[in-house]
């Protein structure tokens, strides 16, 4: 037992130095979303829906951008789809951003996980987090 331990303590050190050099290397690289059909920076508009475009977020402002989470605020425009999709209105509302969970994909740094609080319900919900693709859509 004391010879597996001082192993033990050696292989955290060493992952734990390889995690932070990920993280510097991450960190020095630019943060990218997938909006459909592209990777962009700091959009000031996002598709949720690619198929159909029955969410979207318009007028983005970023108050931060390129770290571990990237945060905002804009308009949800979303379909209401009441009495359904085809013949529903749109509704907006506010709502505070938040992009989160970097992922590497072809060299790239994306944000891979959306959280969304609006100002005030929408179909009963305040909150809602959305797993965003990593790849454009081609």
Known sequence: MKRILPLFLLSFLLISCADEEIALNSASQEAY???CIEAVKEP??????CADAGQILTGITWESW???????V???VANTCQPNCAEGNFAAVAVDVTLSDLTENQGRLIY????MIYSQPVNG??????E???TEFK
Do not use: C, D, H, M
Not at 66 to 72: L, Q
Not at 125 to 130: K, M, Q, T
């Open 44 to 49: 000031n508009e996002l598709v949720l829906y």
């Open 74 to 76: 804009g308009r949800s």
């Open 112 to 115: 891979s996980k959306l959280n």
């Open 66 to 72: 390129g770290g571990a989470t990237a945060r905002g």
């Open 132 to 134: 965003l693709p990593v």
């Open 125 to 130: 919900v305040l909150e809602e987090i959305f």
């Open 33 to 35: 979303v997938i909006n």
